[in-house]
Antibody, heavy 120, light 107 residues
Framework: QVQLQESGPGLVKPSGTLSLTCAVSGDSISSSFNWWTWVRQPPGKGLQWIGEIHQSGNTNYNPSLTSRVTISVHKSKNQFSLRLTSVTAADSAVYFC????????????WGQGTLVIVSS | DIEMTQSPSSLSASIGDRVTITCRASQSISSHVNWYQQKPGKAPKVLIFGASSLQSGVPSRFSGSGSGTDFTLTISSLQPEDFATYYCQQRYSIPYTFGQGTKVEIK
């Protein structure tokens, strides 16, 4: 059974950097079939795709966040991570990591999500 | 970005009702739509991919249809565990985008 688990600080100061890690079990992050994704959801609002990474290191980002976001893969730990700089209150959200299959590009496994609040 | 517009934003229905949610894309996206169900405090769960293919383990009362710009998610007979928020998502081009969600509530 594939499982994903987000971890990281729940509180980040404005203008600071948000850093989250997603630990993957039950699948190898080195698999060529999948992309590893971050999605966020502000409280009470809808879903926003942040970006994705392939084991090759190739990335795709949401253009609205490109200047501030970096997604990295850590094969030896079977983890991938999200870094978002210059955060504001608008970045407060539940952050989910997910697996995107190459088949139909669907997000088939998700972490439970972690709430990050941007506040001083 | 491709905008995905769902309707209605919310609906009230009874157990056993047939429920239909629509999603319209701002441009043609062939059949590149997935549907998700999200319950409060939980991650989304994929129901339908490629507009009409049922994800493994998802009950057959869920179905999807459409192509081009107009898509539909149908629940043939609403069950208590189906009360949730539903999202469409286009996978035609990056950035992937979601509809704003349709909340299905108990009448």
């Amino acid at each position: 059974q594939v499982q994903l688990q987000e971890s990281g600080p729940g509180l980040v100061k404005p203008s600071g950097t948000l850093s989250l890690t997603c630990a993957v079990s039950g699948d190898s992050i080195s698999s060529s079939f999948n992309w590893w994704t971050w999605v966020r959801q502000p409280p009470g609002k809808g879903l926003q795709w942040i970006g994705e990474i392939h084991q090759s290191g190739n990335t795709n980002y949401n253009p609205s966040l490109t200047s501030r976001v970096t997604i990295s893969v850590h094969k030896s730990k079977n983890q991938f991570s999200l870094r978002l700089t210059s955060v504001t209150a608008a970045d407060s959200a539940v952050y989910f990591c997910a697996r995107k299959t190459s088949s139909a590009s669907r997000f088939d496994y998700w972490g439970q999500g972690t709430l990050v609040i941007v506040s001083s | 970005d491709i905008e995905m517009t769902q309707s209605p934003s919310s609906l009230s229905a009874s157990i056993g009702d047939r429920v239909t949610i629509t999603c319209r894309a701002s441009q043609s996206i062939s059949s590149h739509v997935n549907w998700y169900q999200q319950k409060p405090g939980k991650a989304p769960k994929v129901l339908i991919f490629g507009a009409s293919s049922l994800q493994s383990g998802v009950p057959s009362r869920f179905s999807g249809s459409g192509s081009g710009t107009d898509f539909t998610l149908t629940i043939s007979s609403l069950q208590p565990e189906d009360f949730a928020t539903y999202y469409c998502q286009q996978r035609y081009s990056i950035p992937y985008t979601f509809g704003q969600g349709t909340k299905v509530e108990i009448k």
